[in-house]
Protein backbone atom coordinates (compact mmCIF):
# COMPACT_ATOMS: atom_id res chain seq x y z
CA UNK A 1 0.00 0.00 0.00
CA UNK A 2 1.17 3.22 -1.07
CA UNK A 3 2.10 5.80 1.89
CA UNK A 4 0.98 9.67 1.67
CA UNK A 5 2.36 12.55 4.07
CA UNK A 6 -0.39 14.84 5.57
CA UNK A 7 -0.13 18.03 7.93
CA UNK A 8 -1.08 16.64 11.11
CA UNK A 9 -0.24 19.00 14.29
CA UNK A 10 -0.24 22.58 12.99
CA UNK A 11 2.44 25.23 14.06
CA UNK A 12 0.32 26.92 17.05
CA UNK A 13 0.45 23.34 18.47
CA UNK A 14 3.98 21.81 18.03
CA UNK A 15 5.06 25.17 19.48
CA UNK A 16 2.46 25.03 22.75
CA UNK A 17 3.34 21.36 23.30
CA UNK A 18 7.34 22.60 23.50
CA UNK A 19 6.95 25.21 25.60
CA UNK A 20 4.79 23.57 28.05
CA UNK A 21 7.42 20.84 28.69
CA UNK A 22 9.89 23.56 28.83
CA UNK A 23 7.92 25.69 31.14
CA UNK A 24 6.84 22.85 33.47
CA UNK A 25 10.65 21.18 33.54
CA UNK A 26 11.56 24.56 34.63
CA UNK A 27 8.85 25.20 37.31
CA UNK A 28 10.04 21.49 38.89
CA UNK A 29 13.70 22.78 38.79
CA UNK A 30 12.50 26.37 40.72
CA UNK A 31 10.61 25.04 43.03
CA UNK A 32 12.96 22.44 44.07
CA UNK A 33 15.51 25.18 44.16
CA UNK A 34 13.62 27.24 46.26
CA UNK A 35 15.09 30.78 47.79
CA UNK A 36 14.98 33.34 45.26
CA UNK A 37 14.01 30.95 42.19
CA UNK A 38 11.11 31.27 43.50
CA UNK A 39 10.22 34.67 41.97
CA UNK A 40 10.87 32.81 39.05
CA UNK A 41 8.55 30.37 40.03
CA UNK A 42 5.69 32.31 40.14
CA UNK A 43 6.87 34.06 36.85
CA UNK A 44 6.61 30.59 34.95
CA UNK A 45 3.39 29.77 36.76
CA UNK A 46 2.00 32.93 34.81
CA UNK A 47 2.99 31.83 31.65
CA UNK A 48 1.97 28.82 32.08
CA UNK A 49 -1.43 30.18 32.27
CA UNK A 50 -0.92 31.77 28.89
CA UNK A 51 -0.20 28.63 27.40
CA UNK A 52 -2.95 26.61 29.04
CA UNK A 53 -6.06 29.49 28.30
CA UNK A 54 -4.21 29.28 24.50
CA UNK A 55 -4.29 24.91 24.62
CA UNK A 56 -8.37 25.47 25.42
CA UNK A 57 -9.36 27.99 23.12
CA UNK A 58 -7.51 26.33 20.32
CA UNK A 59 -8.91 23.37 20.86
CA UNK A 60 -11.78 24.67 20.08
CA UNK A 61 -10.83 26.56 16.98
CA UNK A 62 -7.15 25.13 16.05
CA UNK A 63 -7.20 22.92 12.90
CA UNK A 64 -8.60 19.59 12.42
CA UNK A 65 -6.42 17.63 14.86
CA UNK A 66 -6.00 19.77 17.97
CA UNK A 67 -9.49 20.50 18.16
CA UNK A 68 -10.81 18.57 21.31
CA UNK A 69 -14.16 17.17 19.08
CA UNK A 70 -11.69 15.45 17.13
CA UNK A 71 -9.97 13.55 19.41
CA UNK A 72 -12.13 13.28 22.57
CA UNK A 73 -13.73 9.83 21.95
CA UNK A 74 -16.14 7.85 24.39
CA UNK A 75 -15.90 4.98 25.81
CA UNK A 76 -16.84 2.84 22.71
CA UNK A 77 -13.58 4.46 20.72
CA UNK A 78 -11.80 3.48 23.66
CA UNK A 79 -12.85 -0.37 23.28
CA UNK A 80 -12.10 -0.32 20.07
CA UNK A 81 -8.52 0.70 20.27
CA UNK A 82 -7.68 -1.37 23.32
CA UNK A 83 -8.93 -4.27 21.03
CA UNK A 84 -7.02 -2.87 18.08
CA UNK A 85 -10.07 -2.22 15.79
CA UNK A 86 -9.04 2.15 15.99
CA UNK A 87 -7.77 3.89 13.16
CA UNK A 88 -6.73 7.06 12.97
CA UNK A 89 -4.11 9.90 13.18
CA UNK A 90 -3.16 12.57 16.10
CA UNK A 91 -4.40 11.48 19.58
CA UNK A 92 -5.99 8.09 20.22
CA UNK A 93 -9.11 7.54 22.17
CA UNK A 94 -7.00 6.59 25.23
CA UNK A 95 -4.29 8.84 25.03
CA UNK A 96 -6.89 11.68 24.59
CA UNK A 97 -7.97 10.73 28.17
CA UNK A 98 -4.06 11.24 29.21
CA UNK A 99 -4.05 14.68 27.70
CA UNK A 100 -7.35 16.04 29.05
CA UNK A 101 -5.68 14.54 32.36
CA UNK A 102 -2.49 16.46 32.38
CA UNK A 103 -4.26 19.33 30.82
CA UNK A 104 -6.80 19.81 34.17
CA UNK A 105 -4.16 18.55 36.55
CA UNK A 106 -1.94 21.45 35.04
CA UNK A 107 -5.01 23.78 35.06
CA UNK A 108 -5.55 23.00 38.66
CA UNK A 109 -1.94 23.30 39.92
CA UNK A 110 -1.61 26.95 38.92
CA UNK A 111 -4.77 28.01 39.71
CA UNK A 112 -3.67 26.86 42.87
CA UNK A 113 0.02 28.35 43.01
CA UNK A 114 -1.64 31.99 42.19
CA UNK A 115 -3.03 31.72 45.23
CA UNK A 116 0.35 29.83 47.61
CA UNK A 117 2.45 31.36 49.86
CA UNK A 118 5.62 29.23 51.25
CA UNK A 119 5.38 30.70 54.85
CA UNK A 120 8.99 32.69 54.22
CA UNK A 121 9.09 35.16 51.14
CA UNK A 122 6.71 34.19 48.39
CA UNK A 123 3.24 35.17 47.98
CA UNK A 124 1.28 33.85 44.92
CA UNK A 125 0.11 36.63 42.73
CA UNK A 126 -3.19 36.70 43.25
CA UNK A 127 -2.55 35.54 47.11
CA UNK A 128 -4.38 39.55 48.23
CA UNK A 129 -7.55 38.49 47.06
CA UNK A 130 -7.71 35.13 49.56
CA UNK A 131 -6.95 35.18 53.12
CA UNK A 132 -4.05 33.58 55.13
CA UNK A 133 -5.80 30.49 55.95
CA UNK A 134 -7.30 29.86 52.38
CA UNK A 135 -3.68 30.42 51.08
CA UNK A 136 -2.89 28.06 53.19
CA UNK A 137 -4.80 25.39 52.47
CA UNK A 138 -4.21 26.18 48.70
CA UNK A 139 -0.62 25.41 49.38
CA UNK A 140 -1.01 22.56 50.81
CA UNK A 141 -3.25 21.02 47.51
CA UNK A 142 -0.51 22.85 45.40
CA UNK A 143 2.24 20.92 47.07
CA UNK A 144 0.58 17.57 47.13
CA UNK A 145 -0.46 17.74 43.47
CA UNK A 146 2.77 17.90 42.08
CA UNK A 147 3.41 13.85 42.36
CA UNK A 148 0.43 13.28 40.63
CA UNK A 149 2.11 15.64 37.92
CA UNK A 150 5.40 13.43 37.97
CA UNK A 151 2.79 10.36 37.54
CA UNK A 152 0.99 11.76 34.66
CA UNK A 153 4.25 12.98 33.19
CA UNK A 154 5.92 9.38 33.93
CA UNK A 155 2.74 8.31 32.15
CA UNK A 156 3.27 10.31 29.15
CA UNK A 157 7.14 9.36 28.31
CA UNK A 158 6.22 5.78 29.28
CA UNK A 159 3.61 5.94 25.85
CA UNK A 160 5.98 7.56 23.95
CA UNK A 161 8.56 5.19 24.07
CA UNK A 162 6.23 2.28 24.15
CA UNK A 163 4.48 3.83 20.00
CA UNK A 164 8.44 3.79 19.48
CA UNK A 165 9.99 1.01 20.53
CA UNK A 166 6.71 -1.61 20.16
CA UNK A 167 4.83 -0.23 17.66
CA UNK A 168 7.66 1.32 15.28
CA UNK A 169 5.09 4.49 15.08
CA UNK A 170 7.64 7.62 16.07
CA UNK A 171 4.86 10.48 17.75
CA UNK A 172 7.76 12.38 18.53
CA UNK A 173 8.69 13.47 14.91
CA UNK A 174 4.67 14.82 13.80
CA UNK A 175 5.52 17.10 16.81
CA UNK A 176 8.20 18.75 15.39
CA UNK A 177 7.57 18.75 11.91
CA UNK A 178 4.27 19.15 11.74
CA UNK A 179 3.63 16.24 8.99
CA UNK A 180 3.30 12.56 9.00
CA UNK A 181 3.54 9.76 6.92
CA UNK A 182 0.06 7.51 6.58
CA UNK A 183 -1.34 4.51 5.08
CA UNK A 184 -4.80 5.36 5.03
CA UNK A 185 -5.47 7.58 1.90
CA UNK A 186 -8.89 8.93 3.05
CA UNK A 187 -7.51 10.54 6.01
CA UNK A 188 -6.51 14.16 5.11
CA UNK A 189 -4.33 17.05 6.31
CA UNK A 190 -5.71 19.27 9.05
CA UNK A 191 -7.46 22.28 7.87
CA UNK A 192 -8.87 25.53 9.87
CA UNK A 193 -6.69 27.04 12.89
CA UNK A 194 -6.65 30.32 10.21
CA UNK A 195 -5.46 33.78 11.34
CA UNK A 196 -7.92 34.89 13.38
CA UNK A 197 -8.15 31.71 15.43
CA UNK A 198 -4.81 32.34 16.13
CA UNK A 199 -5.42 36.38 16.89
CA UNK A 200 -8.23 34.96 19.31
CA UNK A 201 -6.56 32.25 20.98
CA UNK A 202 -3.81 34.51 21.68
CA UNK A 203 -5.68 37.11 23.13
CA UNK A 204 -7.17 35.20 25.25
CA UNK A 205 -4.25 33.53 26.31
CA UNK A 206 -2.62 37.37 27.11
CA UNK A 207 -5.76 38.12 29.41
CA UNK A 208 -5.25 35.17 31.15
CA UNK A 209 -1.58 35.86 31.76
CA UNK A 210 -2.21 39.16 32.69
CA UNK A 211 -5.05 38.46 35.48
CA UNK A 212 -2.91 35.79 36.88
CA UNK A 213 0.35 38.34 36.85
CA UNK A 214 -1.66 40.17 39.71
CA UNK A 215 -3.84 42.46 36.86
CA UNK A 216 -7.02 41.88 38.83
CA UNK A 217 -6.10 42.61 42.35
CA UNK A 218 -7.25 45.94 43.16
CA UNK A 219 -3.92 48.36 44.19
CA UNK A 220 -3.44 48.89 48.01
CA UNK A 221 -5.14 52.08 49.02
CA UNK A 222 -2.94 55.21 49.28
CA UNK A 223 -1.21 55.59 52.63
CA UNK A 224 -2.63 57.77 55.20
CA UNK A 225 -0.43 60.86 55.85
CA UNK A 226 -0.06 62.17 59.31
CA UNK A 227 0.19 65.53 60.24
CA UNK A 228 3.96 67.65 60.45
CA UNK A 229 2.39 68.51 64.02
Same mark, same amino acid.
Given at each position: MSIKKIRLWDLPTRIFHWSLFLLVMAAIVTVKIGGNAMVWHGRIGVAIVGLLAFRIVWGLVGSTYARFANFVRGPGAIRAYLQGRWKGVGHNPLGALSVLALLGLLVFQV??? %???? =? =?????????? %???? =??? =????? %????AEWFIYGLISLHVAAIVYYVRVKKDNIVKPMITGEKQVREHSVESARGGGIIALVVALAIAGGAAWAASGGIVPPPPPPVETPAW
Open positions: STG %LFAN =D =DISFNGPLYP %LVGK =DTS =DWLSG %LHNQ
